[in-house]
């Protein structure tokens, strides 16, 4: 059974600065991706970011040059750094974790940003 738990949501203003740590475990097998989605209120929920296990990133054209994905192979963790934050950023954000065709999914973390 893969565990996802995530940790470092909370408020902080606008140009501010958060990160965000997800752990994962359970897995016989290697993580071929882990990365992070977001649901904002009454939107759906989108991609933020997500890496590779051979270090390949992928970013929202909306957090490109603010956002910081990196993991630790070998810990099984994956961390956002959160830069320059937006209200527009407030939203849950869920770690994911893929091993083949399987998704896992953390229960999320809320992330505010007052203006």
């Known amino acids: 059974q893969v565990q996802v738990v995530e940790s470092g949501g909370g408020l902080v203003q606008a140009g501010g600065s958060l990160r965000l740590s997800c752990a994962a475990s359970g897995s016989s097998g290697s993580f071929d991706a882990m990365g992070w989605y977001r649901r904002a209120p009454g939107k759906q929920r989108e991609l933020v970011a997500r890496?590779?296990?051979?270090?390949?990133?992928n970013y929202a054209d909306s957090v490109k040059g603010r956002f910081t994905i990196s993991r630790d192979v070998a810990e099984n963790t994956v961390s956002l750094q959160m830069n320059s934050l937006k209200p527009e950023d407030t939203a849950v954000y869920y770690c994911?974790?893929?091993?083949?065709?399987?998704?896992?999914w953390g229960r999320g973390t809320q992330v505010t940003v007052s203006s």
């Open positions: 890496v590779q296990t051979v270090g390949i990133t």
């Open positions: 994911v974790v893929v091993v083949g065709i399987s998704w896992h």
